[in-house]
Each structure stands twice: as structure tokens, then as C-alpha cells.
């Protein structure tokens, strides 16, 4: 409470040097230059621990870098190379933003299938969808749109199912293994 | 973040008024023509008993008008009073004519600071408008013109404290809270008197020393720091005589290790008595958060047959993952279901509480825990249907990995910081008020937030992420109306009746959040 109600040391000042002898803390001679030094160290721990966004991550590579391989193995090689698309990943990102990208990579566009009733079938990048219609851009980069009805049939292959069924099944032990491997790919 | 409110009236008055008022004692019938407070009525249902608009003539709604209110997202709902409409962003309010959308009259405040998230609404006395500022006042207008009659500080904005419910109104009581974001401060209730502005008493979410409950914390530096914020305006059982509200999370927020225990009266449900501020009793929903899961969400209040018995209960589905149902009498544990997925509990424990599982707080490396922060739901208003006896909620899917940044046995402010790696779909999910279990799910898309009501017509409206406008069947969730506004509706529908001959119908109004009211 003293610190934000200080402006400019006139109230951490009069504690230091005047102490809290009832609580226990005596008094501090301090030059002003010291005061003003620990005024401002006070003021900055302050704002500082307000900015979250500003707090850092501490390593994340905690796990066991063999356990993660294997992981990797057995659910990822279906879309993801080592030696491929991942070569090189640990050099571009610090590990908590490649443990954030591998869990999501962020927006990709999904491919639909709209099938109407009399027949023609149109496919592309998904665009939007609601429960009243559905757009898309199709191979041609045309932009078309569908009212949905019962009878029109809409199919989603969106690239990121794989990833969001890993998160409703990944244990913490998993994530930190992952990412430990992943950071050995320099 | 965008979004739209909606509000169902019919209100009729002859054309000729006296000038708007609303005496208190009035606030105790049911919801009727009007829509007079954050809620509607004090039951939190959000239920209209107004019939005209039915599944048969939903489709004949149209838009009727809209009103540019500027660039601050409209999260308050609008109360509607003889015919004039009152609503707020931070630092400002507006009255317009309900029938029209014209502007009546505009009220704007120089700001001192305070965090501009958000402004629920505000409140009506009399022929008195009472509303708080993001700088921590509580101000009185005159509900005519606008003009300020007096203002009173209610928290000390150095620390970090600043306003966004929506005041309500028991008797001679204006009940308000400030908020809390990130520095550790005491959350607390106030009640003010509505001629003065002169405080009647306070209530501190965290005990006193001494007081039963200050065991759940280890000292007492922690737990005249721990938080506890009253975001949402709470609900009222007039005949129990007891105020309703639930208790934001504990501070610091994610780094749990410097207050050990649970934490009273943090993210509780608290019943008390609004002439004299002494608690009658809790329920805590999330013993020892670390995920910053206020329990903010509006407590309803409805009265079913449990066991053989009809009993007075209190309802509220839960950011973190859980619906819970209680006596309203004595606070008694009636259920707890789970209407969203969750890895953060082991289970419930003798009195339905969520057994926190220590490995889900944050951790230096990271914790992947679902819900995120945002949670399962949140601030969006729910309703109540005493015809289906089903309770409806907004609902998100989503995933966060929550890391502890500070170790230290003393952290400060958060302490920690989440990244969501999935904001899924939403949805609209109407629960059995008498078992918890979810009867249907209507997907609304990514991003919707919009709450939702309910009314005697048969009819749910709510909205999705793509900017449609729904009118749902309570009873099934299937779609019978919906327009398409745009921009993704942001705060609860609200309905009133308005007799305006040349229209035959009630209407439907809309309340656009980044700048439009509009009138369907």
C-alpha cells in the first residue's frame, strides 16, 4: 500500500527512516541517494509484477528427450519429419514458444467438401462456416457460397484434428518429453 | 471482441407519462413489461413472462432501429423503464427512446484511470440512475436529464482497484463492488444509501483475524491481500431476505505457494443479509484457484421438487468446468455435474466440491489444463426456464498450459501466465435444473459470447460467433429464427413490451457491442 500511494519516495522514505519499530523494523539512516536508488528498485517491482505478459517462462525442456522421440514416433510421423519440416525447428523459437507452437500451430485453413442435392460437389479452402450456410474458395481461387439445408452435405478436413485430439489426451510428463526432444533438433 | 445484446420488451404506458421512476418495492414482481434491473428481476432468470412473441410469429421479427453508441464494446444490459432505455460503457451512460432509438440525453465523465474493461449497467432509484466509473466512483444521476446529482469514492483507485458492476437495488440499499486485475488487494461488498451516498456497511470476502475461516490462510498478510472481487451484480430471494453474489478468485492469482489453504471466502458463493452485511452462509466452488476462475458467474435462483420436497435452490454453472445447485436457505450442497470438459479435479469431495489436483497448477515448465482461463463460461448471463426447469448457459471449449513464473515463497500480482493452445467451439447448453445433467447442445461456432433468455413465448434467444442472432426452442435447442447482424452478439438479450400501435407486435431489440443498439 505505501509503495503505490508513493509518488516520489515521500512515503517510503518516511518508513525507511523512520522504521516500523513496533513490527519490528528499525530505523535506516540512508543517504538520499540510497533512498531515491531503493524508491525507484521498489516502484520498478511493482509495476513489473503488474505487466504478466512481461514475466518469463523459465526453461521448459525438463523432460526426458528419448521418451519424447519415441512419443514423436508414434503419433506425429504421419504428418511431421524430424528431418523435414521440423529440421531446424529448436534454432527459430526459444522453448516455451516452440512448446506453444507444436500444441498449436496456429490457424490453418481447413479443405470442405460441399455435396448438393442435384449432384455437383465443390471443394476448397473452408472460407466460413455457420449452421445457416457455408463459403469457400475453390482450386481456382473463385469465392462461392452454399445456403445449408438437410439435404446439402458438408465435409471438413481440417489439418489440425491430429493436434487437438493430442490435447485431450497428452499428460504433462508427454508435453515436457515432446518438447525436450524438439529442442534437440538445433 | 465483438458481440450484440438482445432485449425482447413489451412495455405499454399511454403515450402521456409522468416522468420515468421505479419505486424499489416494485422490483419484487415478477419480470413484466419492463426490464428494470441488470437481471430483469432479482431471480437472476432472466425469464420473461411476456407471451406475444411466440415459435409461430418469430419469424415476423424485423429490425425496427439502431442507435451508434461509438467505439467501446456495449457489455451492460439495458434496463428499460417507461419507455426509455438506460445503458453504459465506462465513464458513460445513455437514455434512449425504446419505441424510436432517439437520443434522450448522454452522460460522459472525465476519467482519472482505472482499467476500462468493461461496464455492466446500471441502476435505477426513484427517479434517481446509479452507476460506478472505472475510477471507483458510485455516481447518482437524475434519470430525466442526465445530470449528475452527487458522487461518493467507493475503493482507492492507487491501488489498482477499479469499477465495473452494475449497482443493485434492495429497499434503501445500493449494493456495489469494486474489482480487482493484478495487485493483491481485499475484495469487498459495499451498500450505500441512495439520497446520501453515505456507506451503510461493507463486507470483506476474506475473514477478519479471528474469524472463522481466516484458518484457510496462513497469515494474515495473505489474506488481507487474497482477493476475492464481486464482479457481477448478484440476485435476491425477498422473502429469505438474503443477497446472492459469487466471490472473484484469490491474489496472488496463479502462484498459490505464499497462501496455502483454501482460501475463504474467495471464488464462493456467499448469501447475506442486505440491511446489516452479515453472511448467512457459503459455498465455495473452487477451493485454493490458481487459474483465475472467479466464481463471478450469476447465482440463479429457482424453486423444484428435490427428493419428494420443493425446495427454494440456487443454481450457478461455473468457470471452472461445474454446475452447482444448492439449498438457497441454508446454502446446503445439493449436486455438482461437470457441463464442460476438465482435467483439473480428481473428483468432488463429501460437500461437491472439486478436488484440486496440485499437478494441474502452474508449473515452471508448464501445466496443460482445460479450461483456460477464460474458463468453461463466464460473465455472460445465463437463464432459467420454469417451464422446461432447464438452466441455460453459454459454454467454451478451450486449453491453456499455465506457467509459474515467480518460485519464490512470496510471489506478488499473478505470479504465472497461461497460453491458450485452444479456443474451441461454443456453444448454447441447457442443463436439468434438478439433475445437472446436459439435455442438449446447440454449437454456436467459435468466439460466441453472448448470454441468454428466455421467455413465456416458448423461445431462447441468444447468438453465435459468426454474428447471427438466434431464437432457439427451449425445449430441444432447434433453431426457429435468426438474423444475421454482422457482428457477433456481446451481452444477454433482454425483451420488453412497448405499446406502439402501429407496430402489433412486441419487439425484439438488439444491443450491438462496438457501436450499435438495434432494435429487431
Redesign the interface.
Same mark, same amino acid.
Given at each position: 500500500m505505501v509503495v503505490n500511494h508513493d509518488e516520489k519516495g515521500e512515503l517510503i522514505g518516511a518508513v525507511i527512516r523512520g522504521g516500523r519499530v513496533d513490527k519490528g523494523m528499525p530505523k535506516f539512516s540512508l543517504r538520499n541517494g540510497q533512498i531515491s536508488d531503493l524508491v525507484a528498485f521498489l516502484h520498478q517491482r511493482n509495476r513489473d509484477a503488474r505487466l504478466r505478459f512481461t514475466y518469463k517462462i523459465s526453461r521448459v525442456a525438463v523432460g526426458d528427450a528419448a521418451a519424447g522421440k519415441a512419443y514423436f514416433e508414434s503419433h506425429c510421423t504421419g504428418c511431421h519429419s524430424a528431418g523435414r519440416d521440423l529440421a531446424g525447428i529448436a534454432a527459430k523459437y526459444p522453448g516455451d514458444e516452440l512448446q506453444q507452437r507444436w500444441l498449436d500451430p496456429g490457424e490453418r485453413r481447413a479443405e470442405v467438401t460441399v455435396t448438393l442435392p442435384s449432384g455437383p460437389k465443390y471443394v476448397g479452402k473452408l472460407e466460413h462456416l455457420d449452421e445457416f450456410s457455408v463459403s469457400l474458395y475453390d482450386i481456382q481461387g473463385i469465392y462461392r457460397s452454399f445456403m445449408l439445408t438437410p439435404e446439402v452435405r458438408v465435409e471438413i478436413q481440417d489439418p489440425l484434428d491430429g493436434h487437438r485430439k493430442l490435447l485431450e489426451q497428452l499428460s504433462d510428463g508427454d508435453m515436457h518429453n515432446v518438447t525436450t526432444y524438439l529442442e534437440t533438433l538445433k | 471482441m465483438r458481440g450484440f445484446f438482445l432485449l425482447i420488451v413489451a412495455v405499454l404506458f399511454p403515450v402521456s407519462l409522468a416522468a420515468q421512476s421505479l419505486d424499489p418495492r416494485d422490483l419484487v414482481k415478477p419480470l413484466g413489461s419492463m426490464w428494470p434491473t441488470y437481471n430483469g428481476d432479482y431471480s437472476g432468470r432472466r425469464f420473461s413472462q411476456l407471451a406475444q412473441i411466440t415459435a409461430s410469429d418469430v419469424q415476423n421479427l424485423r429490425l425496427v432501429w439502431t442507435y451508434d453508441s461509438g467505439n467501446d464494446p456495449i457489455k451492460a444490459t439495458p434496463l428499460m423503464i417507461d419507455g426509455v432505455l438506460y445503458f453504459s460503457v465506462p465513464d458513460k451512460a445513455w437514455a434512449l427512446d425504446a419505441r424510436s432509438g432517439r437520443l434522450i440525453w448522454h452522460w460522459e465523465t472525465k476519467t482519472r484511470g482505472g482499467t476500462h474493461i468493461g461496464h455492466r449497467g446500471v441502476a435505477m432509484y426513484g427517479k434517481w440512475l446509479f452507476l460506478v466509473t472505472p475510477d471507483d466512483y458510485l455516481a447518482s444521476l437524475d434519470a430525466a436529464t442526465g445530470k449528475e446529482r452527487w458522487r461518493t469514492e467507493i475503493a482507492d483507485l =492507487? *491501488?489498482?482497484y477499479f469499477s465495473t458492476v452494475a449497482p443493485v437495488i434492495i429497499r434503501n440499499h445500493v449494493l456495489v463492488s469494486p474489482s480487482i486485475e !493484478? /495487485?493483491d488487494n481485499r475484495g469487498y461488498l459495499d451498500s450505500y444509501d441512495p439520497e446520501t451516498g453515505k456507506l451503510q456497511w461493507r463486507w470483506y470476502s476474506t475473514p477478519d483475524a479471528g474469524a472463522a475461516g481466516a484458518e484457510t490462510w496462513p497469515n494474515q498478510e495473505a489474506r488481507s491481500h487474497g482477493g476475492g472481487a464481486i464482479w457481477i451484480p448478484g440476485t435476491y430471494d425477498p422473502e429469505l431476505n438474503l443477497y446472492y453474489f459469487g466471490t472473484g478468485n484469490p491474489q496472488p492469482v496463479m502462484a498459490g505457494q505464499g497462501r496455502s489453504g483454501d482460501n475463504l471466502w474467495t471464488n464462493s458463493i456467499v448469501a447475506l443479509n442486505p440491511d446489516t452485511g452479515k453472511m448467512a452462509w457459503y459455498y465455495q466452488t473452487t477451493p485454493h484457484d490458481t487459474h483465475d476462475w472467479d466464481s463471478a458467474e450469476t447465482p440463479v435462483l429457482f424453486n423444484a421438487e428435490i427428493d419428494g420436497q420443493n425446495r427454494r435452490l440456487l443454481a450457478q454453472a461455473n468457470r471452472n468446468g461445474y454446475f452447482f445447485v444448492l439449498d438457497r436457505t441454508t446454502g446446503e450442497h445439493i449436486l455438482t455435474t461437470a457441463f464442460a470438459?476438465n482435467n483439473w479435479a480428481k473428483g468432488l469431495d463429501a460437500q461437491g466440491r472439486p478436488i484440486r489436483d496440485p499437478?494441474k497448477d502452474p508449473?515452471?515448465? @508448464?501445466? *496443460?489444463v482445460?479450461p483456460s482461463e477464460d474458463g468453461a463460461t463466464n460473465w455472460f448471463p445465463p437463464s432459467f426456464d420454469p417451464e422446461t426447469g432447464f438452466f441455460y448457459v453459454r459454454v467454451t471449449r478451450s486449453?491453456a498450459?499455465f506457467?509459474l /513464473?515467480?518460485t519464490s515463497s512470496k510471489p506478488?500480482?499473478?505470479g504465472?501466465?497461461d =497460453? /491458450?493452445?485452444?479456443r @474451441?467451439p461454443s456453444s448454447i447448453e441447457a442443463i436439468d435444473g434438478r439433475t445437472g445433467k446436459v439435455v442438449w447442445d446447440h454449437?454456436t @461456432?467459435i468466439g460466441a459470447v453472448s448470454g441468454i433468455l428466455t421467455s413465456a413465448g416458448r423461445l431462447l434467444f441468444g447468438g453465435? @460467433? !459468426?454474428g447471427?442472432a438466434l431464437a432457439l426452442d427451449p425445449l430441444t435447442g432447434r /433453431?426457429l429464427w435468426?438474423v444475421?447482424l454482422s457482428e457477433a452478439m456481446f451481452n444477454g438479450p433482454v425483451t420488453y413490451e412497448l405499446d406502439h400501435r402501429q407496430f402489433d407486435f412486441n419487439r425484439l431489440l438488439v444491443l450491438g457491442n462496438d457501436n450499435a443498439v438495434t432494435s429487431v
Amino acid at each position: 500500500m505505501v509503495v503505490n500511494h508513493d509518488e516520489k519516495g515521500e512515503l517510503i522514505g518516511a518508513v525507511i527512516r523512520g522504521g516500523r519499530v513496533d513490527k519490528g523494523m528499525p530505523k535506516f539512516s540512508l543517504r538520499n541517494g540510497q533512498i531515491s536508488d531503493l524508491v525507484a528498485f521498489l516502484h520498478q517491482r511493482n509495476r513489473d509484477a503488474r505487466l504478466r505478459f512481461t514475466y518469463k517462462i523459465s526453461r521448459v525442456a525438463v523432460g526426458d528427450a528419448a521418451a519424447g522421440k519415441a512419443y514423436f514416433e508414434s503419433h506425429c510421423t504421419g504428418c511431421h519429419s524430424a528431418g523435414r519440416d521440423l529440421a531446424g525447428i529448436a534454432a527459430k523459437y526459444p522453448g516455451d514458444e516452440l512448446q506453444q507452437r507444436w500444441l498449436d500451430p496456429g490457424e490453418r485453413r481447413a479443405e470442405v467438401t460441399v455435396t448438393l442435392p442435384s449432384g455437383p460437389k465443390y471443394v476448397g479452402k473452408l472460407e466460413h462456416l455457420d449452421e445457416f450456410s457455408v463459403s469457400l474458395y475453390d482450386i481456382q481461387g473463385i469465392y462461392r457460397s452454399f445456403m445449408l439445408t438437410p439435404e446439402v452435405r458438408v465435409e471438413i478436413q481440417d489439418p489440425l484434428d491430429g493436434h487437438r485430439k493430442l490435447l485431450e489426451q497428452l499428460s504433462d510428463g508427454d508435453m515436457h518429453n515432446v518438447t525436450t526432444y524438439l529442442e534437440t533438433l538445433k | 471482441m465483438r458481440g450484440f445484446f438482445l432485449l425482447i420488451v413489451a412495455v405499454l404506458f399511454p403515450v402521456s407519462l409522468a416522468a420515468q421512476s421505479l419505486d424499489p418495492r416494485d422490483l419484487v414482481k415478477p419480470l413484466g413489461s419492463m426490464w428494470p434491473t441488470y437481471n430483469g428481476d432479482y431471480s437472476g432468470r432472466r425469464f420473461s413472462q411476456l407471451a406475444q412473441i411466440t415459435a409461430s410469429d418469430v419469424q415476423n421479427l424485423r429490425l425496427v432501429w439502431t442507435y451508434d453508441s461509438g467505439n467501446d464494446p456495449i457489455k451492460a444490459t439495458p434496463l428499460m423503464i417507461d419507455g426509455v432505455l438506460y445503458f453504459s460503457v465506462p465513464d458513460k451512460a445513455w437514455a434512449l427512446d425504446a419505441r424510436s432509438g432517439r437520443l434522450i440525453w448522454h452522460w460522459e465523465t472525465k476519467t482519472r484511470g482505472g482499467t476500462h474493461i468493461g461496464h455492466r449497467g446500471v441502476a435505477m432509484y426513484g427517479k434517481w440512475l446509479f452507476l460506478v466509473t472505472p475510477d471507483d466512483y458510485l455516481a447518482s444521476l437524475d434519470a430525466a436529464t442526465g445530470k449528475e446529482r452527487w458522487r461518493t469514492e467507493i475503493a482507492d483507485l =492507487k *491501488l489498482d482497484y477499479f469499477s465495473t458492476v452494475a449497482p443493485v437495488i434492495i429497499r434503501n440499499h445500493v449494493l456495489v463492488s469494486p474489482s480487482i486485475e !493484478s /495487485t493483491d488487494n481485499r475484495g469487498y461488498l459495499d451498500s450505500y444509501d441512495p439520497e446520501t451516498g453515505k456507506l451503510q456497511w461493507r463486507w470483506y470476502s476474506t475473514p477478519d483475524a479471528g474469524a472463522a475461516g481466516a484458518e484457510t490462510w496462513p497469515n494474515q498478510e495473505a489474506r488481507s491481500h487474497g482477493g476475492g472481487a464481486i464482479w457481477i451484480p448478484g440476485t435476491y430471494d425477498p422473502e429469505l431476505n438474503l443477497y446472492y453474489f459469487g466471490t472473484g478468485n484469490p491474489q496472488p492469482v496463479m502462484a498459490g505457494q505464499g497462501r496455502s489453504g483454501d482460501n475463504l471466502w474467495t471464488n464462493s458463493i456467499v448469501a447475506l443479509n442486505p440491511d446489516t452485511g452479515k453472511m448467512a452462509w457459503y459455498y465455495q466452488t473452487t477451493p485454493h484457484d490458481t487459474h483465475d476462475w472467479d466464481s463471478a458467474e450469476t447465482p440463479v435462483l429457482f424453486n423444484a421438487e428435490i427428493d419428494g420436497q420443493n425446495r427454494r435452490l440456487l443454481a450457478q454453472a461455473n468457470r471452472n468446468g461445474y454446475f452447482f445447485v444448492l439449498d438457497r436457505t441454508t446454502g446446503e450442497h445439493i449436486l455438482t455435474t461437470a457441463f464442460a470438459p476438465n482435467n483439473w479435479a480428481k473428483g468432488l469431495d463429501a460437500q461437491g466440491r472439486p478436488i484440486r489436483d496440485p499437478a494441474k497448477d502452474p508449473q515452471p515448465a @508448464g501445466a *496443460l489444463v482445460t479450461p483456460s482461463e477464460d474458463g468453461a463460461t463466464n460473465w455472460f448471463p445465463p437463464s432459467f426456464d420454469p417451464e422446461t426447469g432447464f438452466f441455460y448457459v453459454r459454454v467454451t471449449r478451450s486449453a491453456a498450459v499455465f506457467y509459474l /513464473t515467480d518460485t519464490s515463497s512470496k510471489p506478488e500480482a499473478w505470479g504465472g501466465i497461461d =497460453k /491458450t493452445v485452444w479456443r @474451441g467451439p461454443s456453444s448454447i447448453e441447457a442443463i436439468d435444473g434438478r439433475t445437472g445433467k446436459v439435455v442438449w447442445d446447440h454449437a454456436t @461456432g467459435i468466439g460466441a459470447v453472448s448470454g441468454i433468455l428466455t421467455s413465456a413465448g416458448r423461445l431462447l434467444f441468444g447468438g453465435d @460467433g !459468426s454474428g447471427n442472432a438466434l431464437a432457439l426452442d427451449p425445449l430441444t435447442g432447434r /433453431t426457429l429464427w435468426h438474423v444475421n447482424l454482422s457482428e457477433a452478439m456481446f451481452n444477454g438479450p433482454v425483451t420488453y413490451e412497448l405499446d406502439h400501435r402501429q407496430f402489433d407486435f412486441n419487439r425484439l431489440l438488439v444491443l450491438g457491442n462496438d457501436n450499435a443498439v438495434t432494435s429487431v
